[in-house]
């Protein structure tokens, strides 16, 4: 079956304590990419990566790392949160940049 | 700068009745667009796309209409039950990188 699979669903941290969201899929695509969603705010993409080893900055990158060290796998990184990087959390992958996506199930993040 | 706007953010509907789900884009230029449905807890879930190239197409219970004209494109559901509500997405590609923009949603909400 086709998945994409975030970890953890939720997660409560505090300022400044790194952390890393995983995502996996199995669909063998090459892009992947990673959206916040905030209410009024909608879906605004933060990274993306067209293929291994290419990442590049989408609306909102500021506090976000990630990596593509392998295809399936592409983990968003705070490297130190702060309480406005508290939102939904999702991954997303397609065959090509910017066709049909298919999401995650979401990671729900709070930052006290 | 481009934009995907949606002409209502909620939408009640009776059991059985048809609904319809409008959205409006920016860029002459978009030739990919899609409808997503996110219910509560879960990821954005693909419901259906259409090219420029077409003006309707059709799935199960679901319709896209594709009006290039005045830039509009709605989601029709035919005999909508209590099971279709949820958020509703449009995406449109767009700009130089053919990268998607996102509406806000409409919440559509099926009375028994």
Aim: with cysteine; net charge positive.
């Amino acid at each position: 079956e086709a998945q994409v699979t975030q970890n953890p669903r939720y997660l409560i941290t505090v300022t400044g304590k790194k952390l890393t969201v995983t995502c996996s899929q199995n669909m063998n695509h090459e892009y992947m990419s990673w959206y916040r969603q905030d209410p009024g705010l909608g879906l605004r993409q933060i990274y993306y990566s067209m293929n291994v080893e290419v990442t590049d900055k989408g609306d909102v990158p500021e506090g976000y790392k990630v990596s593509r060290k392998e295809k399936r796998n592409f983990p968003l990184i705070l490297e130190s949160p702060s309480p406005n990087q508290t939102s939904l959390y999702f991954c997303a992958t397609s065959g090509a940049a910017n066709e049909k996506l298919f999401f995650g199930s979401g990671t729900q993040l709070s930052v006290l | 700068g481009e934009s995907v706007g949606l002409h209502l953010p909620t939408l009640s509907v009776q059991e059985g009745d048809n609904s319809i789900i409008n959205c409006a884009y920016s860029n002459s230029a978009s030739d990919y667009f899609i409808w997503y449905k996110q219910e509560s807890g879960k990821g954005p879930q693909f419901i259906i796309d259409i090219r420029s190239n077409m003006d309707k197409r059709q799935g199960q219970r679901v319709t896209v209409l594709l009006n290039k004209t005045v830039k509009h494109l709605s989601l029709q559901i035919a005999a909508t039950q209590p099971g279709d509500s949820a958020v509703y997405f449009c995406a449109v590609n767009a700009g130089n990188n053919r990268k998607l923009i996102w509406g806000l949603g409409t919440s559509l909400a099926v009375n028994p």
